[in-house]
């Protein structure tokens, strides 16, 4: 089983920061990329950011130049530092993993949601 355990959500005011964290934990032969998603209420959830086991990322055109993805495959953590936030960056943010458990299996894992609300 393997479980994704976010942190660093919060209330921020707009102009603020805040920094996510997801450790993934337990039977892990391997982590593919790793990402964050985000859902506000009454939407549909959307992709925020990517990053691969080498290092490419990939971002939504709306936090582009406002957000940076980052890992640690020694911890198997995925970080999103994000910065000028604005109001509508608040939503529920989840934690995604493609995560080989084997060497022959490959399954998608999501994290429980952190809050990230931001005032104006």
């Known amino acids: 089983q393997v479980q994704l355990v976010e942190s660093g959500g919060g209330l921020v005011q707009a102009g603020g920061s805040l920094r996510l964290s997801c450790a993934a934990s337990?039977?892990?032969?391997?982590?593919?990329?790793m990402g964050w998603y985000r859902q506000a209420p009454g939407k549909q959830r959307e992709l925020v950011a990517t990053?691969?086991?080498?290092?490419?990322?990939n971002y939504a055109d709306s936090v582009k130049g406002r957000f940076t993805i980052s890992r640690d495959n020694a911890k198997n953590t995925v970080y999103l530092q994000m910065n000028s936030l604005k109001p509508e960056d608040t939503a529920v943010y989840y934690c995604?993993?493609?995560?080989?458990?084997?060497?022959?299996?490959?399954?998608?894992?999501w994290g429980q949601g952190t809050q990230v609300t931001v005032s104006s």
């Open positions: 337990g039977r892990i032969f391997s982590i593919n990329a």
């Open positions: 995604n993993a493609e995560v080989r458990p084997t060497a022959w299996v490959n399954r998608d894992y």
């Open positions: 990053i691969t086991n080498s290092g490419s990322t």
